[in-house]
């Protein structure tokens, strides 16, 4: 899975939000051009700020707990507001939280030197990358 120092072109989300894929790409003189694309799959939640020129960094396993806390997010309030989440049954934060890791689903933060802050909670992740010849793109 090739990320460091990427740029994010852009990111979809398909599949009626269970699925979102980043678009990556690796543009950088005198070195052939990459293009990464990172899919999570079986997507129950996700939080980005996407402010544009986004240079990933990092995407790694954290834990649901801290990827809420980091982003000063109350997941219950959220999922009331905005109508409801996967696996919800008024339960508490905690409680939540719990039965989302027993459902074998995994948080992957998302960090980046500029332009982007997020989180994907889902049940897997794949990554297919491509590589183009730098005097092929002029």
């Keep these: 899975m090739q990320y460091h120092d990427y740029h994010l072109r852009g990111y979809s989300v398909s599949d009626f939000g269970s699925t979102i894929t980043l678009d990556l790409i690796y543009d950088y003189p005198e070195t052939p051009i990459k293009f990464s694309s990172i899919r999570f799959n079986e997507v129950i939640f996700y939080h980005f700020i996407h402010l544009g020129g986004t240079i990933i960094t990092d995407i790694f396993k954290t ?46 933060a998302i960090e980046s030197a500029i332009g982007f802050s997020g989180f994907v909670v889902c049940q897997s992740i794949d990554a297919s990358e491509t590589e183009q010849d730098a005097a092929a793109n002029p």
Aim: no cysteine.
């Design 63 to 108: 834990s649901l707990k801290e990827a809420l806390n980091e982003n000063n997010i109350d997941l219950i309030k959220l999922s009331n507001f905005l109508g409801g989440l996967k696996l919800h049954e008024r339960e508490d934060e905690n409680s939540l939280i719990l039965k989302i890791e027993k459902e074998n689903y995994s948080t992957w």
